[in-house]
T-cell receptor, first 113, second 109 residues
C-alpha cells in the first residue's frame, strides 16, 4: 500500500497570508490527525477527523482549521499567518480512529517570513 | 505535570551496546503505547506498539510496559550508528495520541 502523502512538502509564506495543506491517508484509513512540530514545543496535536467529522481538537487558536472529504483526504488551513506558525506540519492516518496505530506522512515544512 | 515525559538526552552509547530509553505517563487509563523514531528533518516512523504488561520483542528492539508504574521503555540491542535519532514515546490519552518530547540517541562508532 502507498503511504501517507502530503502536499506541498515545502512552503514559504509571509505574515498575514493564509495557507492550505493537503494530506492523503493510506488507502482504507478513515482517520486523519494533524500535528504541529516545532523545536521548542515538540509534537502537538491539532485535530483529528474521522468520516468527515472533526472528532478531537487540540489547544490551537481558531486560525487553524481543517476538513475531511468523503474519500478521507484531509486539508488543514491556517489563516492570518504568524511568524510562530513556522513549523513542520505532520499528518497521520489510522485505520479506524485515533486510538489505532498512526502512520505519518513526510510532512509539510512551512516557513513564515 | 506533562502527560508523557521522556529524558531529552542526548543518550550516548557505543556501537554494539544496549540503548535503554524510558518514558513515563500520567493517564492511568491509557491502554495503547507506541515508540516512534524520527531522524533529523524527517517524519516519525513507527518502531513498535505495545498494549499489555511485559515485554514485546521485534528484532533488535524490545518494548517493555509496566502499567502499575505507568512506565514504558524501549531497549535497542547491538546499537548501530544508524540508530542515532530522536525516539518519541506516544500514549493514547483522551482519545488522542500524546507524544513525549523525545530522547536523542547517539550511537558512537
Amino acid at each position: 500500500k502507498a503511504g501517507v502523502t502530503q502536499t506541498p512538502r515545502y512552503l514559504i509564506k509571509t505574515r498575514g497570508q493564509q495557507v492550505t495543506l493537503s494530506c492523503s491517508p493510506i488507502s482504507g484509513h478513515r482517520s486523519v490527525s494533524w500535528y504541529q512540530q516545532t523545536p521548542g514545543q515538540g509534537l502537538q496535536f491539532l485535530f483529528e477527523y474521522f468520516s468527515e467529522t472533526q472528532r478531537n481538537k487540540g489547544n490551537f487558536p481558531g486560525r487553524f482549521s481543517g476538513r475531511q472529504f468523503s474519500n478521507s483526504r484531509s486539508e488543514m488551513n491556517v489563516s492570518t499567518l504568524e511568524l510562530g506558525d513556522s513549523a513542520l506540519y505532520l499528518c497521520a492516518s489510522s485505520s479506524a480512529d485515533s486510538t489505532d496505530t498512526q502512520y505519518f506522512g513526510p510532512g509539510t515544512r512551512l516557513t513564515v517570513l | 505535570q506533562k502527560e508523557v515525559e521522556q529524558n531529552s538526552g542526548p543518550l550516548s552509547v557505543p556501537e554494539g551496546a544496549i540503548a535503554s530509553l524510558n518514558c513515563t505517563y500520567s493517564d492511568r487509563g491509557s491502554q495503547s503505547f507506541f515508540w516512534y523514531r524520527q531522524y533529523s528533518g524527517k517524519s516519525p516512523e513507527l518502531i513498535m506498539s505495545i498494549y499489555s504488561n511485559g515485554d514485546k520483542e521485534d528484532g533488535r528492539f524490545t518494548a517493555q510496559l509496566n502499567k502499575a508504574s505507568q512506565y514504558v521503555s524501549l531497549l535497542i540491542r547491538d546499537s548501530q550508528p544508524s540508530d542515532s535519532a530522536t525516539y518519541l514515546c506516544a500514549v493514547i490519552g483522551g482519545n488522542k495520541l500524546v507524544f513525549g518530547a523525545g530522547t536523542i540517541l547517539r550511537v558512537k562508532s
